[in-house]
């Protein structure tokens, strides 16, 4: 492709029609993470600390990422760069062991706290935007495009361990839960126990994510064609009217089916690869 810096046509040999701009978010400096957060205390719910403070044992079970709270603030005497704060909010269940009963499942409510630096570079211009409202005059969004937007990907967490302490051994600094978003404090149908309590529970937890920072961004691409769906819409009526035995005629054979995995006829992978290969009753060989 030629150089081009500007829209429009591009007459060239190849198959680019034109170069076009198009608005898009810039990733501005990335990077991922494998967290293995330990002693990570959990605030259960009312019963489940009745629960807890009963048993003898806890056993992990799952845990669930329920909210990130993600915020970014400028690194002062380091232009372009931007510290992004993350707090990953989880869901914790084990099963407490109270004496020779069936194990009890506990559940409630564990934080996980980090900061990363990374570039994102510098801009001072302010983006205004505006919003048709249907029966009403258009709405105005002011941003300033100083602050680069944080994004965080993260998968479910991985609960490695849990572990009961007596409350007067833990010697730890244990974070506030008081300040909890509107969305977390829902996903409990018991308040929270913050004090008070003769045990607590702690987890390990494995945490992969991966955090940018981006900027929105004109670019210009080169345009080959209109993005047009090859596949056809197919017609459910139609398949409904049509022959069952036609139908049924057009799905192959499932073979694997009928046989264990690792035998030797009809398994991919398998040492015979004929596939008229037939097996007698009493003979193990293909002919």
């Given amino acids: 492709m030629p150089e081009v810096n500007q829209s429009g046509p591009v007459f060239d040999s190849s198959c680019i029609r034109e170069a076009v701009c198009v608005h898009t978010k810039k990733i501005m400096d990335s990077c991922r993470d494998k967290d293995c957060v330990e002693e990570l205390r959990v605030y259960l719910t009312r019963e489940s600390q009745n ?3 009963r048993a003898c044992s806890v056993k992990a079970r799952s845990a669930e990422l329920l909210y990130t709270v993600v915020d970014v603030e400028p690194v002062l005497f380091h232009n372009g ?4 704060d993350i707090t990953y909010y989880y869901k914790i269940i084990v099963d407490a062991v109270i004496g020779a009963n069936r194990p009890s499942t506990v559940y409630g409510l564990s934080r ?10 510098e801009g001072s211009a302010k983006v205004f935007s505006s919003k048709t409202v249907l ?17 965080v990907e993260a998968v ?6 849990a572990k009961m302490m007596d409350s007067c051994d833990c010697r730890r600094c244990d974070y506030d839960c008081s300040d909890l978003p509107g969305c977390i404090s829902s996903c409990f149908d018991d308040e929270l126990v913050v004090s008070g309590d003769s045990r607590r529970l702690y987890v390990t937890l494995g945490q992969f994510s991966i955090i940018r ?7 210009l691409l080169p345009c080959y064609d209109y993005c047009i769906p090859t596949k056809e819409c197919s017609d459910v009526s139609c398949e409904q009217e049509c022959d069952p035995c036609e139908i049924f005629s057009k799905i192959n054979f499932p073979v694997s089916e009928f046989f264990p995995k690792g035998s ?8 015979h690869q004929n596939q008229n290969c037939s097996c007698n009753c009493g003979n193990h060989n293909c002919r």
């Fill in 112 to 121: 996980f706290c980090k900061r990363v630096m990374l570039y994102g570079g």
């Fill in 51 to 53: 629960c807890l403070d």
């Fill in 213 to 219: 920072l981006e900027r929105d961004t004109q670019l």
């Fill in 156 to 161: 479910e967490p991985i609960i490695l361990s």
């Fill in 135 to 151: 029966g009403g005059m258009d709405e105005q969004n002011m941003a300033q495009c100083n602050m680069p937007q944080a994004v």
């Fill in 81 to 84: 760069f931007y510290a992004v």
């Fill in 264 to 271: 030797g006829c009809g398994t991919p992978g398998a040492p």
